[in-house]
């Protein structure tokens, strides 16, 4: 039966036939709470929190509250929590893949240590297309572009998004750049021919830690006056990338003479 239906559906009792009349169950509304009479006690329902898609515009007058979830360990597929938007990742793990949410998710990420973020030109697209070496404090802002793919739209690095001094690579031929940093001291003696490629509009900080040899190309390493450079510890150089490989040098700073062109 229903009672205070001239008001609205206020309650309804639920009575089950077969069952004394003390299994009575009774659902009340009293103003926004709702209850429950078991035939025994008076229960109080408890509203359940789940995901809703909005398909139409909405427009907030209000503070919008995303939950920080719990922490989540560093994995190479690093799978979220459901429990916010708002994550501590600890570990140092490296990742190359986050785990799948709806397009337009937004995720803030909050690095509690040093690890490796891969970049892929779909599936985690991070700033400037280059590899990034986190340090405790950093964190990165993602938007879900759907499938599995997520976008880096945001980040805040414990130093300077730029001028982060990367560790000491060593010499070679062909020089492998860090992916912590712009700046690195490079050790030994080996010549160098040609640089590792960075997105076009990168600069790049070189400090030489004793004697080799920059070999001039008038292409993929362009050094001022068109001439090898022969370095002493000290020396720093300049360069930007130019797209394709190409490096071309803006400045130096021999420590022999603390001259400084460009």
């Not at 405790?136 to 793919?149: K, P, Q």
């Not at 750049?177 to 003696?189: E, K, M």
Request: hydrophobic share 45%.
């Amino acid at each position: 039966m229903f009672a205070g239906l001239a008001g609205g559906l206020d309650e309804v009792i639920f009575r089950d036939g077969a069952a004394a009349a003390t299994a009575t169950g009774r659902l009340r509304r009293n103003g926004a709470v709702l209850s429950f009479h078991d035939g025994t006690a008076a229960r109080t329902l408890d509203m359940i929190a789940v995901a809703q898609t909005i398909s139409a515009v909405k427009t907030y007058t209000a503070t919008i509250e995303a939950g920080k979830g719990a922490d989540i360990a560093s994995a190479t597929a690093l799978t979220l929590g459901t429990d916010g938007n708002l994550f501590h990742v600890t570990g140092t793990t490296t990742i190359t893949s986050i785990s799948t949410k709806t397009a337009g998710t937004r995720i803030t990420l909050v690095f509690d240590g040093a690890l490796l973020l891969t970049h892929n030109a779909t599936t985690l697209i991070l700033p400037n297309a280059v590899d990034l070496t986190t340090v405790a404090g950093d964190v990165l802002e993602f938007r879900s572009e759907g499938s599995g793919n997520w976008r880096c739209v945001a980040w805040r690095l414990t130093t300077a998004a730029l001028n982060r001094k990367g560790t000491d690579i060593a010499s070679a031929a062909a020089l492998n750049l860090g992916q912590d940093g712009d700046a690195f001291h490079v050790t030994g003696t080996t010549a160098i021919t040609s640089i590792e490629t960075r997105p076009a509009g990168f600069v790049l900080t070189l400090v030489f830690d004793g004697a080799l040899t920059l070999t001039y190309n008038a292409t993929t390493l362009i050094l001022h006056g068109s001439v090898n450079l022969t370095t002493a510890a000290g020396d720093v150089i300049t360069l930007i990338r130019e797209g394709s490989g190409n490096w071309r040098e803006k400045s130096r700073r021999l420590a022999a003479t603390a001259a400084t062109t460009g």
